[in-house]
T-cell receptor
Framework: DAGVTQSPTHLIKTRGQQVTLRCSPK?????VSWYQQALGQGPQFIFQ???????QRGNFPDRFSGHQFPNYSSELNVNALLLGDSALYLC????????????FGSGTRLTVV | QQQVKQSPQSLIVQKGGISIINCAYE??????FPWYQQFPGKGPALLIA?????SEKKEGRFTISFNKSAKQFSLHIMDSQPGDSATYFC??????????????FGRGTQLTVWP
């Protein structure tokens, strides 16, 4: 049973560029959340999607946007990259009621130079 | 503003010893308190979780103790093993009716278990 799959695993971008990260949720899960984890810190919530709509959003600027597709997979887009956007981006999936909590992927390591 | 405060930042324990990590929260609306384990290069993995209607939950060598009045909860790892060496995060969330709420994480504790 495949868990949460994220791609790519590593990415290097230049300041000012745009990036798209991808996530396939665990089988049977319909809700996807994105988290940003800076080095040495706990994950910070970015937003959550289900039924192809953004349902909750954390304290992140509009440069961060997302999308959920009919097959429940999701994308995270970040525009006008800043050096401070360098982090591990984690995707977490769950059922809507979250009876078994969240399952996290291994993340995408984004480095902005 | 850190919604969940975690201590210590790092912990060194001898094999066979007890590892204890503490967390405190302010928002009394939180009603789900999970602990996650994270190894280098991996995402957090759910270890054990508790709801505030019980004061303790045990799963194998892992126990959560919950003190609702003090707004504190802790993770105890009994008979700690070198394979337990990882970063541990406490978290909290509040249900939003029919939807699982977002997680608020602590800053993490780097646990090292010496053989």
């Amino acid at each position: 049973d495949a868990g949460v799959t994220q791609s790519p695993t590593h990415l290097i971008k230049t300041r000012g560029q745009q990036v798209t990260l991808r996530c396939s949720p665990k089988s049977g899960h319909d809700t996807v959340s994105w988290y940003q984890q800076a080095l040495g810190q706990g994950p910070q919530f970015i937003f959550q999607y289900y039924e192809e709509e953004e349902r909750q959003r954390g304290n992140f600027p509009d440069r961060f946007s997302g999308h959920q597709f009919p097959n429940y997979s999701s994308e995270l887009n970040v525009n006008a990259l800043l050096l401070g956007d360098s982090a591990l981006y984690l995707c977490a999936s769950s059922t809507r009621q979250g009876a078994y909590g969240y399952t996290f992927g291994s993340g995408t390591r984004l480095t902005v130079v | 503003q850190q919604q969940v405060k975690q201590s210590p930042q790092s912990l060194i324990v001898q094999k066979g010893g007890i590892s204890i990590i503490n967390c405190a929260y302010e928002n009394t609306a939180f009603d789900y308190f999970p602990w996650y384990q994270q190894f280098p290069g991996k995402g957090p993995a759910l270890l054990i979780a508790i709801r505030p209607d019980v004061s303790e939950k045990k799963e194998g060598r892992f126990t959560i103790s919950f003190n609702k009045s003090a707004k504190q909860f802790s993770l105890h790892i009994m008979d700690s093993q070198p394979g337990d060496s990882a970063t541990y995060f406490c978290a909290a969330s509040k249900d939003r009716g029919s939807t699982l709420g977002r997680l608020y994480f602590g800053r993490g504790t780097q646990l090292t278990v010496w053989p």
